[in-house]
């Protein structure tokens, strides 16, 4: 295919588009992603709601985790819910300043394993990450970000994520327990029977992921604590199928809530719109906004708008 647009008319119309959207709202293209010594855009109408998405390290190829496009598209469409507003959502490599910490009503970590222990400063990370989950502010974590490593947890598994979001993935790494990815072909994710508002507006939907399976919860035989939901569940592997926790939240003494859910692995996924809707729905419950009684309505994004390295 030529590089040059004036032979090539659908190219020149993607192209003017995606500059127009960059010009005008910023959401999308490399430079969306706001510099850790920022703050929130002046623009920002008073009341509104500050998502703060923190993008981590990640080795994976083009086309799978994608976590920079993939907080990008999160941006997006959290700006443009049809049946929700007054949401602004800052996207931030590295660990974010003060600033945009103290103002945020929920942050969404998407990253290769927890990012605050993966980012520089783990442990001072993980004591201002702590300021935040006292003032009862949400979590959010999307697939290899509910993750950690041995080097992360004690002994016996412990670590604050366990009790910010409820559960987490357990790398083979871990001395307590060993969570387990692979990508299945056909994975069927099915929503669990509760009516937790997360659980609005999607359906049992399937798609070739990387849902992690035998996600760690606790000690008690690996239970959910009593504060915990189960959203989604998977018969995972299919030669041996159990059913398998892929989505969960909890509410935290702190009075702050906390959601993680272990897809999607491939970025292409987030064009199916149940497994979207879920994600968003999780997002905003975590903001402590009522979620809509049809779920969390979004237009399909058109995912080349957000610069992958591939779809």
């Not at 993607?14 to 500059?19: G, T, Y």
């Not at 002046?42 to 976590?67: M, Q």
């Not at 990815?181 to 359906?203: L, S, Y």
Request: proline share 8%.
């Amino acid at each position: 295919m030529t590089n040059q647009s004036n032979q090539n008319p659908a190219r020149e119309s993607s192209e003017s588009r995606r500059r127009f959207i960059k010009t005008t709202s910023g959401i999308v293209a490399a430079g969306a992603v706001t510099s850790p010594n920022l703050g929130w855009s002046d623009d920002v109408a008073d009341g509104a709601t500050r998502v703060l998405i923190v993008v981590g390290p990640s080795s994976h190829p083009p086309g799978t985790h994608e976590v920079e496009a993939g907080g990008r598209l999160m941006k997006h469409a959290l700006e443009h819910i049809e049946n929700l507003s007054g949401i602004h959502a800052n996207v931030v490599e590295g660990w974010p300043e003060k600033s945009l910490r103290d103002t945020a009503s929920t942050v969404v970590f998407i990253g290769d394993l927890f990012p605050p222990n993966r980012l520089p400063n783990a442990q001072q990370n993980l004591a201002e990450l702590d300021e935040m989950m006292r003032r009862g502010v949400g979590i959010a974590c999307i697939h290899y970000a509910t993750g950690l490593l041995g080097d992360d947890v004690t002994p016996e598994g412990d670590h604050p994520l366990l009790r910010w979001m409820g559960g987490y993935f357990a790398n083979r790494s871990c001395p307590h327990h060993e969570s387990f990815a692979r990508v299945f072909p056909k994975a069927t994710i099915t929503p669990e029977p509760t009516d937790h508002p997360i659980a609005r507006g999607w359906n049992e939907f399937t798609l070739r992921d990387e849902p992690y399976f035998n996600n760690y919860f606790g000690t008690d035989e690996n239970q959910l604590a009593s504060n915990a939901t189960v959203l989604a569940t998977s018969m995972l592997p299919p030669e041996a199928p159990k059913q398998e926790t892929v989505a969960w939240c909890v509410e935290r003494q702190d009075s702050g809530r906390g959601f993680g859910v272990v897809m999607p692995h491939y970025y292409k996924n987030w064009r199916d719109e149940d497994l979207r809707r879920l994600i968003l729905n999780g997002i905003v419950w975590s903001a402590k906004i009522e979620v809509p009684a049809a779920g969390v309505k979004t237009k399909l994004p058109d995912l080349a708008d957000f610069n992958p390295k591939a779809i």
